[in-house]
């Protein structure tokens, strides 16, 4: 508690506070939660999550819970929760909590898409400042040429990342990635 006190001030939600301390005590009492109104950024939906939280991710910024319906483990956001509900339901699917690593690039998942990126200074040194956990998948040859070499189990953090970048990073392996920010680029259409 002590830690997140510390790291309350940083947070959007004015809820952050109440929620934490809900999802503390549904933890360690082991009971589901219902994550209410919960945005998903990925199917742009707002619904109902039934979930069992097991821990918190080192910023205190999201939870990683077991999510009941699907039976996977995902991270949730704090800031996208629109209320939790404490359940009396008891945890009944210990066996799938698996540990789920936050991606460089702020997504989670369970996917691996290779990706080799080859990125001009100021690229490089975006990416080590806004990810510095990318950092060891960076290199540089002839003290001038920067790459990044890595896997990441989602597409849309590196994607943003890069489309914010025009002309400063090239792709030259990861085919999903390529496709991927195609499609962004279609979608496209600011007049």
């Known amino acids: ?37 919960y945005y998903s950024m990925s199917s742009d939906s707002v619904t109902d999550r039934l979930v069992e939280p097991v821990a918190f991710n ?14 996977e483990m995902k991270m949730f956001k704090i800031e996208r929760i629109g209320e939790v509900l404490l359940t009396s339901k008891v945890f ?3 066996s799938l909590h698996q540990p789920l690593e936050q991606g460089l690039f702020g997504f989670s998942g369970k996917s691996q898409f290779t990706v080799h990126l080859k990125l001009t200074k100021k690229a490089y040194q975006l990416m080590i400042e806004e990810f510095p956990d ?31 970048l025009p002309g400063e990073i090239k792709v030259v392996e990861g085919e999903e990635l ?8 279609e979608k496209a259409k600011f007049f």
């Open 178 to 185: 390529k496709m991927y920010l195609e499609e962004q680029l």
């Open 58 to 71: 080192k910023n205190f910024d999201s939870i990683y819970a077991l999510e009941v319906e699907t039976k």
């Open 92 to 94: 009944r699917y210990q």
């Open 1 to 37: 508690l002590s830690e997140y006190s510390k790291r309350e001030n940083h947070n959007i939600n004015d809820n952050s506070g109440i929620f934490f301390k809900l999802i503390s005590h549904a933890i360690k009492d082991q009971n589901q939660v219902i994550l209410r109104d």
């Open 134 to 164: 990318a950092k060891p998948f960076t290199y540089t040859k002839n003290r001038n040429q920067y790459f990044f070499e890595g896997k990441v189990p989602q597409l849309p953090g590196l994607a943003r990342f890069i489309l914010g």
